[in-house]
């Protein structure tokens, strides 16, 4: 029974330790979790705000998470507005027109006006017309659209094409119609195969042909997955 006994020993002084390093890990993480990357302003940090005349938000994941306003956001903007600050707020959200984004912060309670919010669709909207062209290709939801045109860009969309389904009605639509200076690509939901086929033609027509994405993020966040 000795032999027995001292393997019993062996394996609980094992999970013991491996218990121990398990929560060591857990407290580890959690202090990493508490370290925020930034500063909590107190009420000593009154000449920071006096330095500054404006101060831009992110939104999503800082003001608000899907269709939730987050804890203290409204208390913080409103008081930076009394203080005589301006309020910004910036998103790489594509799919968001400054109008409708406007309208969002306003529906969660933070009143902001469309000249106050830069989503990405607007900075690329306005790349492009920087940029003089004239005439794109869209993947991406209405708001992308929408930016586009109010900087004078003509607006190509996938649904517009009525052709069938196949390779040559796909090389003569691109071939024979006129030619886009840029292929943008945002988030949308609705792209299909039809929606890319037409897209790489485009670019394939044309090497002067720019590509643009709205943003570098490879995936979204949906539901927090």
Known sequence: MRPLRSLLLLLCCGSAMAIQRARAGLDELLAAKRALPFQILTGGD?????????????CDG?????????????????????????????????????????????ALG??????????????????????GLTRAFVVGADGLSEELELAGVEVLKAG????????????????????????VVGMDATCDLRTLALASLHLQRDERCLFASTNPAAFDVVGGR
């Open 46 to 58: 009154a000449a920071f705000l006096e330095r500054h005349d404006a101060f831009v938000f992110d």
């Open 110 to 131: 933070l009143a902001a006006t469309p000249e106050e919010c830069v989503p990405a669709s607007f900075a690329t909207a306005a790349a492009l017309a920087a940029r």
């Open 62 to 106: 800082v003001l608000y998470s899907g269709s939730e306003l987050l804890d203290g956001a409204a208390a913080a903007v409103a008081a930076l507005r009394s203080a005589g600050k301006r309020c910004l707020f910036v998103t790489n959200n594509s799919g968001k027109s400054r109008r409708t984004m406007a309208a969002k912060l306003g």
């Open 160 to 183: 517009a094409t009525t052709e069938p389904f196949s390779e040559a009605a796909f090389e003569r639509v691109v071939l024979e119609g006129e030619a886009v200076g840029a292929v």
